[in-house]
């Protein structure tokens, strides 16, 4: 029978995400940022079976209108040993949202391949939240493995070329964030994608401070790009990135996603997420260093409530008549 624990203290809970290779996304700071930039909760609970540890999950945990109770969420959990386990703590998990936070379901989005989990009925697949597909590059190998094993022969000579031209890359500061922010607003214009506000990310800065790798690529102090990254032992997962003009022309972004790879490895990260393919220059450029995309299972819903289709129903309306 499964017993649970819920742990209150930050550096207890990042302990126990590191010590099991857990995601940055169930790292203490993720669960901070969303709790103080919109209208989640964070609960952390560690599953237990005959005494021993059987996973962990961060579970967001949203109110609904009356009478659906709540919504449950954890972000890139659980928290396993094993990716076979997955199945098992997720039910566990779902059986504490149902008896804790009166939830109507439990999504999940474990980052776990189909080959290694199948998600049995009652789960169901459903609307996703993080990209699926991915490109991962394995961190195990040495860094001149890592290097020789990039993909791409003009992704190895772009990274060389950036270090010759004399940019340089070292870990941002939040006196840097001004900077930061005015690369994103002009990527963000030149390939068209949503930001939030930059309340928001400064705000990560803070919340995420136990997991932010983040990293500025410059020329003779003028910054050129940026990459923002979060790391458990795990796994290094960017989150957001950008580079000017100048900094596409000098080839920035090569060398400063290198050097996060070779932080990330130096931190004792075992992957390094490159978050998402889409169509375009940016997936593009991602699979330069992969080669192969990374597909993850997806999202999961586990019903916990006669009302959830009800709930589901309604909000896929919504959507449709609102989008």
Request: net charge negative; charged share 25%.
């Amino acid at each position: 029978m499964a017993e649970y624990r819920e742990v209150t203290d930050a550096q207890a809970w990042d302990e126990i995400v590191n010590a099991h290779a857990g995601h940055p996304m169930q790292a203490w700071g993720w669960g901070e940022l969303k709790e103080r930039t919109g209208s989640w909760t964070a609960r952390r609970i560690v599953v237990e079976r005959d005494g021993s540890f059987e996973g962990a999950c961060q579970v967001l945990v949203r109110k609904l209108p009356w009478p659906f109770g709540h919504i449950c969420y954890a972000p890139r959990g659980p928290v396993t040993d094993h990716a076979a386990d997955v199945p098992q703590v997720a039910d566990d998990v779902a059986a504490w949202c149902r008896a804790n936070v009166s939830a109507v379901s439990l999504k999940i989005e474990p980052a776990v391949t189909a080959q290694e989990v199948t998600m049995p009925a009652p789960w169901e697949p459903a609307e996703k939240i993080t990209l699926p597909n991915t490109a991962a590059i394995d961190l195990a190998p040495t860094e001149d493995e890592i290097m020789a094993g990039l993909h791409s022969k003009k992704a190895r000579q772009y990274i060389r070329k950036a270090g010759r031209s004399g940019v340089e890359v070292r870990r941002a500061t939040e006196a840097d964030l001004d900077a930061i922010m005015d690369i994103y607003h002009h990527t963000a214009e030149t390939d068209e994608f949503f930001l939030h506000s930059d309340e928001y990310y400064r705000t990560a800065f803070s919340a995420c401070a136990d997991v932010n790798q983040v990293f500025i690529a410059e020329i003779e102090g003028r910054p050129l790009a940026f990459l923002w990254n979060i790391t458990t032992s795990g796994t290094a997962f960017e989150l957001w990135g950008g580079v000017t003009d100048e900094g596409k022309r000098l080839r920035a972004n090569y060398l400063l996603k290198w050097h996060a790879m070779c932080t990330a490895k130096e931190s004792g990260a075992a992957l390094y997420d490159m978050n998402g393919l889409l169509e375009g220059g940016v997936s593009t450029f991602k699979l330069l260093f992969a080669g192969e995309p990374t597909v993850w299972i997806g999202t999961f819903d586990r019903p916990l409530s006669p009302l959830y289709h009800v709930w589901d129903g309604a909000l896929k309306l919504y959507r449709r008549l609102f989008k």
